[in-house]
């Protein structure tokens, strides 16, 4: 830090990531499994790529979450998506890059992306 100016910069970027978390009525929440499971299935990128991409995308009424074991361990990675108004939407076996999808997909138009659901890796 060479300024208060920097400092100043630095905390208004910060507090962006912080009100990316926040919660109320009309907000969608994404929950991302970071128990011992999760992060060696490779949650931390998972959660990275979500929260990065919610931030290019400039979304404001969405936050995102960890949680400890959601008891599925073999399904790790696990993201939960709680849109308004609908019921919980669970992604699982998810990467980097099926994590953008679903900020594209499910977040931004409110389509669930089938295929990386709970459901369709049970039916397999």
Known sequence: MKSLAELQQLREKTLAKVNLRKEDDNSIRVVVGMATCGIAAGA???MK?????????????????????????RLEPIVEVYLPG?????????????AVKIVNETLVNG???????IGAAENK
């Open 86 to 98: 609908s019921e919980k939407i669970t992604y699982v076996k998810m990467d980097a890059e099926k």
């Open 111 to 117: 389509k669930v992306v089938n295929e990386y659901t």
């Open 49 to 73: 790529s979500i929260m990065d991409e919610i931030e290019k995308r400039n979304i404001g009424n969405c936050y995102v979450t960890q949680t400890g074991c959601i008891g599925l361990c």
């Open 44 to 46: 931390r990128p998972v």
